[in-house]
């Protein structure tokens, strides 16, 4: 795991490598263990590395790496969990090498394959490869967004790196906030992909890649999600009964844990005392022979405590286990180096963040976390209510007849943030994408509007429009290209691209990586990903996770029969009390309510202010 950067410019530039030194200094956080620079001898190309060792920890790990006489070099972030399989498939085909890296593994599937490289290769990453001889630098990231990279192209002057602030660190790009990105925060709660909160920048899409040449670049897109398996099967006289699917989950859990347990250092778990890092736990207690270690944040208000269940999990497993009690006091202290290290605002993160310190306090360097397993086995409750949603709306006709007027006035004129985000939904065509919109959202479409104006201007509307047309248009070719054979299985691919990929993975990078910490996620992973997509959704997706139990029964029946409880922190109850200090001085507009119940909402406007204040 490291930090990426680079500045590729048509002609030289006699700067480059003062661009790419600020980002490699402002990545140092991500790999406190190396560092290196390429520079190209017309100085067209600038490459920069900050190394976290996780393989191969000697010298010859060292990047930006080269290889065919240095004709191709490359700055690469993430693990290939595959490597050596690839590794030794090259070799019989006559390839040599000099390190023992994914690293170099990469760079001979490049040279062989050029852009078809990616679609060898598991894991996650995020990564750029120059070819000196045709002038070319290629730009991947991981098919399921794992791994973040963000680019600008500016008088054709590309410029990319591991996180927004290490380009905002070349002052070449201002610190002007989106409109689009704003009004994407304020809906969600963090910033939805190729968006990002600074205007000039975006963020390259999971699973695509591109090309840089001349000046100009080309996207594409090599991976997407897809349920049709399921219904391919069907189609052909084919099923997947319960016991089959039990052994698919298995069989496929093991094979990601074990490729996901590869390094050449320790690696802990993240144990929440939910099911699915409970999973992670019970399965490397059966693969690995190294002692375990796990760790866990615990809270001493009852109602969001976990660390009970956690502890006791780990003494079934006999893990090494460290638990870290935060109180709001503890909180309010960590705040302002959070601050520092949010890269784009986001309601979530603080969580990780916490258990990330603990977890580098102890010298690990590689956790796992049970991230992802929600998403696919159906453990929120939008895989309920959301079809609900949609399903009612269709059955009342006399509701859709009056459906607009009726919403514009509900988002409009109601007290009630929860109307008022009922309103934008009955705006809009009744769909699962419009329905899970209204489930997951935070402020509504006009409140989010009215927001962005408030903290740009009002002359910024007609823009706000025009890109929050263009931002639809472009959610409707996507939703074109799925195939979804039951409104459940789009509710998980909702899952999985939005929240997960833009909220979840993302804090996951940017926190885990603030401690010099490597995270895995094993439940997201693309092979694994292709052979669970096969199960129909109603074996897949049964509440409480069954599926994923009864794969999984070494997992102790007081975490099976639990509840689901969200990895969350006591912010309703702190938000208006010990960290008041936070809270009161926030911009908004006086006729958008922030009622303490629905804290989050006061919340998101706190961490993009002392975000703001940060940058």
Same mark, same amino acid.
């Given at each position: 795991m490291c930090g990426i950067a680079g500045f590729l410019s048509q002609s030289g530039n006699h700067q480059s490598d003062k661009y790419v030194q600020l980002m490699q200094t402002s990545l140092q956080h991500r790999g406190p263990d190396d560092r290196g620079v390429y520079l190209s001898e017309d100085r067209t190309v600038a490459l920069a590395h900050t190394r976290l060792s996780i393989l191969d920890l000697s010298p010859n790990g060292h990047q930006p790496m080269s290889a065919a006489n240095q004709r191709y070099w490359i700055t690469f972030n993430g693990e290939i969990y595959n490597f050596l399989e690839l590794r030794e498939r090259l070799k019989g085909e006559g390839e040599t090498f000099v390190s023992h890296t994914d690293t170099e593994v990469i760079l001979k599937l490049y040279a062989?394959?050029? $852009?078809?490289?990616?679609?060898?290769?598991?894991?996650? +990453?995020a990564f750029a490869i120059w070819d000196d001889h045709e002038?070319?630098? +290629?730009?991947?990231?991981?098919?399921?967004?794992?791994?973040?990279?963000y680019y600008c192209l500016r008088d054709s002057c590309l410029i990319f790196a591991s996180e927004l602030r290490a380009i905002l660190s070349t002052g070449i790009i201002s610190k002007q906030l989106s409109p689009i990105g704003l009004y994407s925060y304020f809906t969600n709660g963090s910033i939805s992909e190729p968006w990002t909160i600074i205007d000039g920048i975006r963020s390259l899409e999971a699973g695509s890649y591109l090309l840089w040449k001349e000046g100009r670049i080309q996207h594409k897109s090599y991976w997407q999600i897809d349920f049709s398996a399921?219904?391919? +099967?069907?189609s052909n006289n084919q099923s997947i009964n319960i016991n089959q699917s039990i052994d698919k989950v298995r069989q496929a859990l093991i094979d990601s844990v074990q490729h996901h347990f590869i390094s050449d250092v320790p690696v802990g778990i993240f144990l929440s005392g939910g099911i699915d890092s409970t999973a992670l736990v019970a399965i490397a207690r059966q693969t690995q022979t190294n002692e375990l270690r796990t760790y866990s944040v615990a809270f001493d208000e009852e109602a969001w405590n976990e660390g009970n269940i956690a502890r006791q999990v780990a003494r079934e497993f006999g893990t090494v286990h460290t638990e870290y009690v935060l109180t709001a006091d503890i909180a309010k202290n960590l705040l302002p180096d959070y601050w520092r290290s949010l890269d784009q605002p986001t309601i979530d993160g603080f969580n990780t963040f916490c258990v990330a310190k603990i977890a580098h306090e102890d010298n690990m360097k590689v956790v796992l976390s049970g991230l992802g397993g929600d998403e696919i086995f159906g453990g929120y409750g939008t895989f309920q209510s959301v079809p609900q949603i949609f399903r009612r709306r269709q059955r009342l006709a006399f509701v859709n007849a009056i459906a607009s007027l009726l919403g514009r006035g509900l988002e409009s004129f109601s007290n009630s943030p929860k109307y008022r985000r009922l309103g934008a939904f009955l705006s809009k065509e009744n769909s699962i994408t419009n329905a899970?919109?209204?489930a997951r959202g935070v402020f509504s479409d006009h409140e989010s509007y009215q927001l962005v104006k408030s903290y740009l201007g009002d002359n910024i509307g007609n823009q706000l429009r025009h890109e929050i047309n263009l931002s639809l248009d472009s959610e409707k070719i996507v939703d074109q290209y799925q195939r979804f054979p039951t409104n459940e299985d789009q509710v998980s691919y909702l899952e999985l691209s939005r929240y997960m990929r833009n909220q979840l993975l993302r804090d996951s990078d940017v926190m885990s990586m603030k401690w010099g910490l490597e995270l895995r996620v094993p439940f997201v992973d693309s092979t694994l990903l292709s052979e669970i997509s096969q199960i129909p959704a109603g074996i897949r997706l049964q509440k409480n996770k069954s599926l994923l139990t009864k794969a999984?029964? $070494?997992i102790p029946d007081y975490i099976a029969n639990r509840q689901k409880r969200g990895f969350t922190l006591p912010f309703e109850k702190w938000i208006n009390k010990e960290l008041r200090e936070y809270t009161m001085d926030i911009k908004v507009p006086i006729y958008i309510p922030l009622p303490p119940k629905q804290w989050y909402r006061r919340w998101s406007l706190v961490v993009l202010q002392n975000w703001w204040q940060s940058i």
């Open positions: 062989k394959y050029k $852009e078809n490289c990616v679609k060898h290769l598991r894991g996650m +990453f002038k070319v630098c +290629f730009i991947a990231r991981d098919p399921l967004g794992i791994k973040p990279l399921s219904a391919n +099967f069907a899970y919109a209204l999984i029964p $070494e």
